[in-house]
Nanobody, 124 residues
């Protein structure tokens, strides 16, 4: 399972850094990034990054977000500035299109893999 760190209680106007790592003998990951689910709402895109560097951002975070990925370590780091109470949500790390080794066998999957979710609460 993806391992995430960061989150917690943050004051409005502050910033947030979330880190995620894919453990194990990973050969490749097509896309890594973050989604979030605000209270009472559906899960939405925050930011993702492809292996080739292509990035996708959610409309609500454009202009105040950065995402960095280390393909050699299978990690992704999200940084979000200018937090408001509307950024309060459970944030989920996501990895899609994995290739991994078990013994000498290489497995691949196009499915989504999710972390457990980390709560971010922005106080006004």
């Amino acid at each position: 399972q993806l391992q995430a760190s960061g989150g917690g209680l943050v004051h409005a106007g502050g910033s947030l850094t979330l880190s995620c790592a894919a453990p194990g003998r990973i050969e490749s990951i097509d896309v890594m990034g973050w989604y979030r689910q605000p209270p009472g709402k559906q899960r939405e895109l925050v930011a993702t990054m492809h292996t080739d560097g292509k990035k996708n951002f959610g409309s609500s975070v454009m202009g105040r977000i950065s995402i960095v990925r280390d393909n050699s370590k299978n990690t992704v780091v999200l940084h979000l500035d200018g937090l408001t109470p509307e950024d309060t949500a459970v944030y989920f790390c996501n990895a899609r299109g994995l290739g991994w080794y078990e013994g000498d066998c290489l497995y691949t999957s196009s499915s989504d893999n999710w972390g457990a979710g980390t709560q971010v609460t922005v106080s006004s």
